[in-house]
């Protein structure tokens, strides 16, 4: 893993501020989320497919601990006798709540007691040596670990039942409409990369990878969309599911996306103990690899492979270079994409155009995670860093993967080259897609 090292203070300087930043604005949000719930709420399980929120809560700092003071820091440990029990591959998340864990003041207290250490830890680093340290590689890890564990507590909170504990302002709606379809033409692009200093170890080597020539949707299938699906029977006719889909459909008896309800002749989508009805424009939420594939056979399409949609978000063609983010290296703000929780829902399509990419694709960053028609495999040249459990293992299963961050995903855990993946019966995570489909001769 190569990596560029600070070239004097004043860029160690500007790294560890911005370090000391993002760890604070994950905690932040873990603490939203946890101190939105009484204590019954905090140790309850609100679904098998998630941990309890005070699981989540220790899993953070005890991520936080192993790596950043035992491992960067080399200090004592603070609580070496509960490594085993937020293993999150020694325990399925459905026999946690019977686990003995930190009850929530302890977890707390736990959290608060790491953190001391780890900003102790990063005033003495000097953030090179060796691949964990340089640039704060492994502290920009720990906050993207937390990012994440709090992007699933967020789905834990959509799955719970009761009142609703969190608020955010209204998602935009667009001001000019979003639709059509992209053609990129068939020719090579550097897929991945080799520079970015905190990418995870499966977005790496960059490597030149040659797409077919393929046309890809503007903006990702919204609900007013697959609305028009349902409709047509989309759900009753078998002809439009793989046949593990249909299995599925049939036994899971799905009749609509997770979350929406029949209210008359319209339908309603509950969100984070809200119930009301559609917003059309917005991106569809919550459906599964299986629904996705199946409402892109019923258009003609199909989805995008992960190479594709990678392409049509970071390939510039005037420069041939392949951008950080749809809109080039600025980091994202309000203007570019729905990020890190500043809305509860996905905004519509259309209310981003400043975060198009170079060829004219909108919201590939943000609002929803996008379903592609690849499983996760590992890049030519891919190396283990710094542990096999967080990519390796994963490596070849039964996953398929999602690009693109949610509207309750952190910026630092989301980049054009960023690779999440998941089972593809999956629905509670905030997911939705995007249509691709081949050229015909005469566009070739």
């Known amino acids: 893993m ?9 860029d160690r300087d500007r790294t560890r501020a911005r370090i000391a930043e993002v760890l604070s604005r994950a905690r932040r949000r873990t603490a939203l989320l946890t101190d939105s719930v009484d204590e019954a709420e905090l140790v309850a399980q609100h679904s098998p497919l998630m941990s309890p929120l005070v699981w989540d809560l220790a899993h953070i700092g005890n991520q936080e601990e192993l790596w950043l003071v035992r491992d960067v820091g080399g200090r004592d440990a603070v609580r070496a006798d509960i490594d085993e029990l937020y293993d999150a591959f020694k325990h399925a998340r459905s026999n946690r709540p019977a686990l003995p864990l930190l ?3 302890q977890a707390r207290g736990y959290l608060g007691s790491v953190r001391e250490k780890v900003l102790d830890v990063l005033d003495s680093s000097d953030l090179a040596g060796n691949a964990l340290v340089d640039n704060g590689f492994a502290f920009g890890m720990i906050a993207q670990h937390e990012q994440q564990h709090d992007e699933t507590m967020l789905a834990t909170h959509q799955l719970r039942a009761g009142a609703p504990v969190l608020s955010a302002p209204r998602a935009p709606v667009a ?8 053609v990129l033409p068939a020719g090579e692009f550097l897929m991945g990369t080799s520079a970015d200093p ?13 797409v077919d020539g393929f046309a890809i949707d503007v903006a990702p299938v919204t609900n007013r969309q697959y609305l028009a699906f349902i409709d047509a029977g989309g759900y009753d006719r ?3 599911w793989s046949e593990r889909g249909w299995a599925h459909r049939t036994e899971a008896g799905l009749v609509a996306p997770q979350f929406w309800e029949r209210d008359g002749d319209g339908w309603t989508r509950t969100a984070f103990g809200v119930r009301a009805p559609l ?10 690899w299986f629904e996705a594939q199946a409402f892109a056979r019923w258009a003609g399409k199909r989805l995008p492979t992960e190479a594709e949609w990678e392409k049509a978000a970071r390939f510039d063609p005037e420069t041939g270079a392949s951008r950080r983010y749809p809109w080039g290296e600025d980091q994202p703000d309000e203007q570019l994409a729905n990020l890190g929780q500043r809305h509860l829902e996905p905004a519509e399509v259309g209310a981003y155009p400043a975060g198009a990419s170079a060829t004219g694709v909108q919201q590939l960053i943000g609002d929803v995670w996008e379903w592609c028609s690849s499983g996760f495999e590992a890049y030519p040249g891919f190396r283990a860093f710094p542990y096999r459990e967080y990519s390796e293992v994963f490596l070849g299963g039964d996953y398929r993967i999602l690009r693109g961050g949610s509207f309750g995903t952190d910026e630092v855990a989301c980049r054009a080259t960023f690779r999440n993946w998941d ?7 905030f997911a939705g897609f995007r249509l691709a489909r081949d050229l015909r001769e005469d566009e070739r």
Do not use: K
């Open 2 to 10: 190569t990596l560029s090292v600070p070239a004097d203070h004043s």
């Open 279 to 288: 917003r059309l424009d917005q991106p569809v939420v919550h459906v599964c």
């Open 423 to 429: 089972h593809p019966i999956r629905r509670q995570i």
């Open 238 to 240: 078998a002809e439009l």
């Open 198 to 210: 905190w990418a995870l170890d499966n977005e790496r080597p960059a490597h030149p990878v040659h």
């Open 103 to 105: 009850d929530p003041e």
């Open 175 to 182: 001001q000019a409409p979003a639709g059509g379809e992209i």
